[in-house]
């Protein structure tokens, strides 16, 4: 087709020639102030793609006549043409080109042109702007796992594109050969299972080239598999008949807790590393934190960002994991396994899963925490220290709140991480006073500002609706620091809770919980005491059986009288608290302030028992006379009255 020919003089001259040599396809650029009206319409399909894919420009002008059109894209303040085409007779146009590496906006442009004597003016569409995506990939891929264990590793692809082929790889000295074959689903996910022997793997996923678009890799992930030597023992489950928890072979274990609860994004992995070797060398076997930061959580910000501005998530999507950020948490993880430290992980909390907080979970549908869920599990499976508690500081409702958290229980289990979880409430509650988390909860976890033989009592007698025990943990009390509070009601709450039925029980520390814990905050005097008082009563043989005297069958008298609410302990509460096994084997008391005479009805003992009197702060023991009544003249280490009165018999 030739140049169509006008009769114009001057400057309309000028751009009638312009127009004629982009008609043609020369490239010339077009002055951004051209003068052709805007009319008739233009559609991209799809208006965002990968660089390369194909891209179709349609529309019709306005008049219904054969016209030649031409495709132009803006470039600076230029347009430059890329096609050219015939109109059908109705004006109609369809072009065809690839996706640009940067975000390009188009036009089509009908020159001025005499058409059967009929002079038309220009004529350019509406402007359409093509959005050029960014590839990218990630693999979640557990960091740990044991040999000859299938082991689950998915990939998650943007943009999303169904039945593209994809590649999970294996690096084999400086080159990558490839391990499985798989297909982008609906979500731009695909999975693979690997199984494998001791060792350590690198692995990496492709998405291969397809439509135009360039492959796109993951970064790499290490996966070390082991011959599950280091095992623990770690918190795994529960007994049989609900009271205590067991390791993951089946021995009772008992609970020694911290409450590091925002040190995943408070600290730099040094300082984790400080904080866990001090912490397992002073017998701490249990910590609590958050998988996600917040501010009313000590966290830095309610994005969930650590103190160095690492994001939990790619995009903002709960599905897909930030790299950098979850190795931060696998390296805790690793490095609490390595110490034999059990992790009571909250992957979603009352502080970040609620809007009274800002949280960054608030409006999560189920759908969104479940798929959180099973991304946090294909990320970190393989870490056999892993158990779960969710909420934290709010009131069940069976309402939204409470259905999001436990859609992230549902996709961890769906997962692969199916470990024993509960729930936190707020001040003065347990899992099992919730209708809703009666029946879900394995393990009853009691919150007590009060003194905590009040609470834990509540959470020993509760049942779930079919009348099964659950582990009674006291899960959070008073903190170090806090106002008022001293180092004998730190071990006072803790050996109140131990008398009265706790499957164990966790410290919090003010200096600890919302900050990177400097050395000073972790070697308190407290602590020090804390951890005598815990290894003395873990040494008590047959410690999982004993049976709390509620009911003062066994302490027939001089145990004082209850505390009800929060301020009895600065008041010098010293009720108490004792508990005896059926057999009669062992039996021990609490007594915070011994200078107290106690009635015992020693019958309930087996024959032959010894008795003994044990520090609180220091965990050494002296005999005591065996007899009906008991009384401690003396101040122990620290100067207090308070003392651990011990009776055993040899086991029958």
Sequence with gaps: MGVLAVRLSGPTAVSCLIASLVAIGLGVPVPHAAAEATAGSLYATPSKAIAGEGVSLTGRLPQRRVRTVVLQRKRDSSWVSVDRRLTTSAGAFAFRTRTRPATTTYRVLAPRASIGGHLYAGVQTPRRTVTTLAQWATLALPGVTASDTPTVATATFQ????????????????????ADLGSEDAAGKASFTITQKAGTYQYRVVAIAAKGAAPVASPARSMNVTDNARTGPFVSSVSGNGRYFVDQKGDPILVKGDSPWAILVDASEAQMDDYLATRASQGFNTV????????????????????????????????????????????????????????????????????????????????????????????????????????????????????????????????????????????????????????????????????????????????????????????????????????????????????????????????????????????????????????????????????????????????????????????????????????????????????????????????????????????????????????????????STDWLLILEASTP
Excluded: C
């Design 159 to 178: 943009p999303a594109r169904p039945g593209r082929a994809v590649e999970l790889q294996r690096r084999d000295g400086d080159t990558w050969i490839d």
């Design 288 to 639: 609590l934190v958050s998988l996600l930061g917040s501010v009313a959580n000590g966290g830095p910000s309610d994005t969930g960002a650590t103190y160095d501005g690492l994001l939990p998530f790619v995009g903002g999507d709960p599905s897909v994991l930030n790299d950098a950020y979850w190795d931060r948490v696998e390296h805790f993880l690793g490095t609490a396994r390595d110490a034999g430290i059990t992790v009571m992980a909250y992957p979603v909390d009352g502080w970040v899963g609620t809007a009274e907080n800002n949280g960054l979970a608030q409006s999560w549908s189920t759908t969104t925490a479940q798929a959180y869920g099973q991304a946090v599990a294909a990320r970190l499976s393989g870490y056999q220290n892993v158990i779960w508690s969710v909420g934290g500081d709010y009131n069940s409702d069976n309402d939204a709140n409470d259905a999001r958290q436990n859609a992230v229980l549902t996709g961890l289990a769906a997962g692969g991480m199916d470990r024993i979880s509960s729930v936190q409430f707020t001040t003065n509650s347990t899992s099992l006073s919730s209708p809703y988390w009666a029946d879900k909860v394995d393990y009853n976890f009691v919150y007590s500002y009060a003194p905590t033989y009040t609470m834990v009592e509540s959470g020993y007698q509760r049942t779930t609706t079919s009348g099964a025990h659950r582990p009674a943990l006291l899960g959070e009390t008073h903190y170090e620091a806090y106002a008022g509070v001293t180092d004998l009601y730190l071990r006072s709450q803790a050996a109140w809770a131990l008398t009265s039925g706790a499957a164990g029980e966790l410290y919090g520390s003010e200096d600890v919980w919302d900050t990177a814990p400097t050395p000073a905050a972790l070697t308190t005097t407290a602590v020090a005491q804390l951890s005598a008082l815990r290894t003395a009563f873990e040494a008590l043989h047959g410690w999982q059986n004993l049976v709390p005297d509620y009911t003062s069958r066994f302490i027939t008298a001089g145990r004082g009288t209850k505390g009800t609410d929060n301020e009895d302990y600065l008041t010098g509460n010293t009720y108490v608290t004792g508990a005896i096994t059926d057999d009669g084997t062992l039996a021990v008391a609490y007594l915070p302030d011994a200078t107290q005479t106690i009635t015992l009805d020693t019958d309930l003992m087996a024959p032959g028992y010894t008795a003994r009197w044990i520090d609180p702060t220091t965990g050494t023991s002296t005999p005591a006379t065996t007899g009906t009544t008991y009384t401690h003249p003396d101040t122990n280490a620290a100067g």
